[in-house]
């Protein structure tokens, strides 16, 4: 199965401060079509997940643009250019190129 | 707007069984594959099942092969999860999702609120 590495587990950021989440993977995560299928979500306190980006860098209708995704082959990172209240929640990366698909472990952000 | 209402949860004794349904609307149901992920308490997300838009195909983590058997009726609308021979460890908040396509997988675009299911003595 591919492994899913977040880092860090923890972020603590001040409010309007970058914050920066890397997921690596166990393999190259480069499908036969040549699209990378690295999906970022966000899950806020007693919320249901929410996809943030998909294939590394497609940020989702509604999603603002202080979130961007970037990477290749088994680096990606998410990165929110200005931390804001609400972005308080855990982060999880999903791959979905090969069978299973696999989610890291997931990083909890949260206002320092 | 698409939605997607998980029912069917509940408290289960280890061995038994559950259904769980997932009514959606908003989208052509039948154009889309569909997927279950769960979510232990205090824990991260573990995807479980998935099935293409036609029901043709099923895919399954190793963890509920042979015990969970995911079917759809688009007729209905609707997303099943069959669960038998439950374990203390089936434990978990089960969100229904949609994907992106009939037979594309791995995107996850929509979810639903989720229905807890309790295994235990």
């Known amino acids: 199965d591919v492994v899913l590495t977040q880092s860090p587990l923890s972020l603590p950021v001040t409010l309007g401060q970058p914050a920066s989440i890397s997921c690596r993977s166990s393999q190259s995560l480069v499908y036969s079509d040549g699209i990378t299928y690295l999906t970022w979500f966000q899950q806020r306190p007693g919320q249901s997940p929410r996809r943030l980006i998909y294939?590394?860098?497609n940020r989702d209708s509604g999603v603002p643009d202080r979130f961007s995704g970037s990477g290749s082959g088994t680096d990606f990172t998410l990165k929110i250019s200005r931390v804001e209240a609400e972005d308080v929640g855990v982060y999880y990366c999903m791959q979905g190129t090969r069978w299973p698909l696999t989610f890291g472990q997931g990083t909890r952000l949260e206002i320092k | 707007e698409v939605q997607l209402l998980e029912s069917g949860g509940g408290l289960v004794q280890p061995g038994g069984s559950l259904r769980l349904s997932c009514v959606a609307s908003?989208?052509?149901?039948?154009?889309?594959?569909m997927g279950w992920v769960r979510q232990a308490p205090g824990k991260g997300l573990e995807w479980v099942s998935d099935?293409?838009?036609?029901?043709?195909?099923?895919y399954y983590a190793d963890s509920v092969k042979g015990r969970f058997t995911i079917s759809r009726d688009n007729s209905k609308n609707t997303l099943y999860l069959q669960m038998n021979s439950l374990r203390v460890e089936d434990t978990a908040v089960y969100y229904c999702?949609?994907?992106?396509?009939?037979?594309?997988?791995?995107?996850?675009?929509?979810w639903g609120q989720g229905t807890l299911v309790t295994v235990s003595s």
């Open positions: 099935i293409s838009g036609s029901g043709g195909n099923t």
């Open positions: 908003g989208f052509t149901f039948t154009n889309y594959a």
């Open positions: 294939k590394v860098s």
């Open positions: 999702a949609k994907e992106a396509g009939s037979g594309s997988y791995g995107h996850l675009d929509y």
